[in-house]
């Protein structure tokens, strides 16, 4: 059914995506596995590619490569030299578990589930238009509830980032007291 | 040297005398005109005849590959989407497989945008220093060739000549592919562009949303630039860039949506052929998105009002300040190409793109939308020469308090327009003229009551006294100092 195009992109996209994820962990430096963690996000869009799902391909670029790196850049620009060090982790342990169960969670669904493979009149025949048109119906349709949850997730976490960051009048206020005890303790007195 | 000619110096030479040994020797180099001027007339017939021939044989290549060969009708260069639309479907129609018509549209068309994009940033850079040239009120580069023209390449190759440097302590492979990386994002942003009907790289449904997504790609390679150069200019221009990014982002994609309300689609054709069919540019209709996005867009490119990230008073270069040779100069290009790219985005989402009010049956659609992206390209030039640079605090401010609740607003409204337009059946130029009146007038209207509530007042955003100073003592040894208390 596939053509060789298609079955020589999966083998090249999911041994880079492999690959990459290894390095993740694999490299000593933050900043590398942070690199190589955006080469598994585009990998996984070429995947989606592969499996004609346009739409999550191009939102899993502007999602996950585009916006969530961008947020791991800050995350690890801002931490400290010293624990830019990726050689050990108290959650070795955990995360072994934890990932071995959601692989062998993700396998279960794929062996599982009967997947439907419908290619052109077949499609054409239940009404499908365009990927992004049904997402769009599902999302605003059936699934309504779980859209309007999650945007009001998104909303309360764009609240509580705006309250964390309001400069308020007691931080203020508190401010100008630590400098006034610094200038009359006189602390640099004694040095220089 | 300098780029004014040297005619008069104080120093009153002998009339006709050039007054230095160097201005002697220019002058005496002799221009082009004058070598093309002592050609022998024999040559120059050679020279026409074999132009001729060249020209000819290209013409009668294209009379065969595009010219009706293929079904018997005429395709002139003006049709030549619908003249690749035909050679696909030949392509599909012989027993080779889907595969064969995939290369060789792929081929064509990646031949061509790639063609288009190197003519572009061979003649980009002279465009632009001879416009800011003239703004600024001097000559600009005008020695390299017939008017200068060939400055650009000369850049090239001294840039090519010169060394490319890895400073000491720079992470060696992070070093190495930025310059590579930052090109990829700026050649595939490219690929769903419509140049005319049937003639786009990608036609793909979620054209819009790939733009976007494309694009934000960057952010990253100029990070891996910027940390990996070990130097403070390089570091602190990256994270501009990428605060800068992320927070511009945001406009962008806002303003675009309310193109998607108004057309429903997301196809970038299918933006454009909208514009087409109802005889309007989305620009007239949402004046506020189109100066979000074009403003936004000089964020996200580095142009002037926000090039904050290499601003070379402040941090030398940016991002790029330890790059040399054709490295930087591969920055540069990009730089370029991104101006021009956002230029053609402009006018796809909302200067109508390749239609032209019915120009484009006797123009060829590409012409027009290469114009229309020149245009955009100009504007840019423009702002560049008038336009002074942000502090990064005021463009946060901009973009965080001014066009994010505003393009807010600006998708609320439009949304209510767009289901008005759908259950009305009146016809389009009413509706349509009096959405763009009422955008205007709701644009107007907001921006000023915004700027009323939320002006700009600086005595509240610096701080009175030095707070972290304070804090570490500095406050108290810069009184030492002072020779205070």
Request: without cysteine; aromatic residues 10%.
């Amino acid at each position: 059914m596939e053509s060789t195009g298609v079955v020589v992109a999966f083998y090249v996209l999911s041994g880079l995506t492999i690959l990459s994820a290894l390095s993740v962990f694999l490299m000593r430096n933050m900043v590398h596995s942070l690199v190589f963690l955006v080469s598994v996000f585009l990998g996984m869009a070429g995947l989606f590619v592969t499996l004609s799902a346009d739409f999550i391909a191009v939102a899993q670029i502007l999602i996950y490569a585009g916006a969530i790196s961008v947020l791991l850049v800050f995350a690890v620009m801002l931490t400290p030299l010293a624990s830019r060090d990726n050689a050990n982790s108290l959650y070795v342990g955990p995360g072994v578990i934890l990932g071995g169960a959601i692989a062998a969670i993700v396998v279960f669904t794929a062996i599982d589930v009967e997947w439907n493979q419908l290619t052109g009149v077949a499609l054409e025949e239940r009404g499908f238009v365009s990927t992004i048109e049904m997402i769009g119906e599902q999302l605003l349709g059936r699934y309504v509830l779980a859209f309007e949850v999650a945007s009001v997730l998104l909303l309360f976490a764009l609240l509580g980032a705006i309250v964390l960051v309001t400069n308020r009048d007691e931080d203020d206020e508190t401010a100008d007291g630590d400098a006034d005890e610094a200038a009359t303790t006189g602390v640099a007195e004694d040095t220089v | 040297m300098t780029d004014q000619p040297l005619a008069s110096t104080p120093a009153s030479p002998p009339a006709g005398q050039p007054a230095t040994p160097m201005a002697r020797e220019i002058i005496a180099r002799g221009s082009l005109l004058q070598d093309a001027k002592n050609v022998s007339v024999p040559l120059k017939a050679a020279g026409a005849v074999a132009g001729l021939v060249f020209l000819t044989v290209n013409a009668a290549i294209a009379y065969i590959v595009i010219d009706g060969r293929l079904d018997g009708e005429w395709y002139d260069f003006r049709d030549l989407g619908n003249a690749m639309a035909r050679l696909r479907a030949e392509l599909d129609d012989t027993s080779a497989g889907p595969w064969l018509s995939y290369w060789v549209t792929g081929l064509i068309g990646g031949v061509g945008i790639l063609s288009f994009l190197g003519g572009f940033l061979l003649i980009g850079s002279w465009i632009e220093r001879r416009m800011l040239a003239r703004f600024q009120i001097r000559v600009g580069p005008d020695r390299v060739g017939p008017f200068g023209l060939l400055q650009p390449l000369a850049d090239a190759l001294k840039l090519m000549q010169k060394e490319v440097l890895t400073p000491i302590g720079a992470d060696k492979a992070l070093f190495l592919l930025p310059p590579v990386l930052v090109f990829i994002p700026a050649m595939l942003a490219w690929g769903p562009m419509p140049w005319a009907p049937n003639m786009s790289y990608l036609d793909i449904n979620v054209g819009l949303l790939y733009v976007i997504s494309i694009t934000s790609l960057s952010v990253l390679a100029i990070w891996m630039a910027g940390w990996s150069s070990n130097n403070h200019y390089a570091l602190l221009g990256a994270m501009r860039t990428v605060a800068m990014m992320v927070s511009y982002e945001i406009p962008i994609s806002l303003s675009l949506i309310v193109v998607v309300l108004l057309t429903g689609s997301l196809n970038l054709g299918e933006i454009v052929a909208w514009q087409g069919e109802h005889n309007v540019w989305l620009g007239a209709l949402l004046p506020f998105a189109m100066f979000t996005f074009f403003f936004s867009s000089t964020a996200e490119i580095n142009r002037t009002p926000n090039d904050i990230a290499e601003a070379e008073s402040e941090i030398v270069a940016g991002f790029h300040t330890e790059y040399s040779g054709m490295k930087a100069g591969l920055f540069l290009a990009v730089e370029l190409g991104n101006a021009l790219l956002v230029g053609a985005l402009l006018a796809t989402f909302f200067l109508g793109g390749y239609t032209a009010f019915g120009l484009e049956e006797w123009i060829p659609p590409y012409l027009i939308l290469a114009a229309k992206a020149g245009f955009g390209y100009f504007l840019f030039i423009w702002l560049r020469g008038t336009l002074p640079r942000f502090k990064i605090d005021q463009l946060m401010n901009f973009a965080w308090k001014y066009l994010i609740p505003l393009s807010i607003a600006n998708v609320l409204i439009v949304a209510v327009e767009a289901s008005i337009a759908a259950r009305w059946d009146v016809e389009g130029i009413f509706i349509y003229g009096s959405f763009a009146i009422v955008n205007l007038a709701l644009t107007v209207f907001a921006v000023r009551a915004w700027a009323k509530v939320i002006g700009y007042t600086p005595d509240l955003e610096h701080p009175v006294g030095p707070r972290f100073a304070s804090k570490i003592g500095g406050l108290e040894a810069a009184r030492e100092i002072q020779g205070g208390t």
